[in-house]
């Protein structure tokens, strides 16, 4: 994501108390370490779903992790 979204992504870090935010030159990155963040990822969504296409893009990432 662009560097303007790093207050965004630190916020997300912090509430959800998972992964870690990376601010570079020209980007920002959110990082989830460990699989136990991960499902807790899974959990999230899966209560509170995405109203865009990007849903289908977790339903995607979502199966292929469970492969």
């Known amino acids: 994501m662009h560097k303007d979204d790093a207050l965004m992504l630190n916020f997300i870090a912090q509430k959800l108390n998972i992964g870690s935010v990376r ?10 370490h460990d699989r136990t963040g991960l499902l807790k990822i899974f959990q999230f969504l899966d209560e509170t779903p995405l109203n865009t296409t ?12 469970y492969l």
């Open 23 to 32: 601010v570079g030159n020209h980007f920002v990155s959110y990082t989830i």
């Open 54 to 65: 990007k849903n289908l893009n977790y339903l995607a990432f979502k199966k292929a992790y």
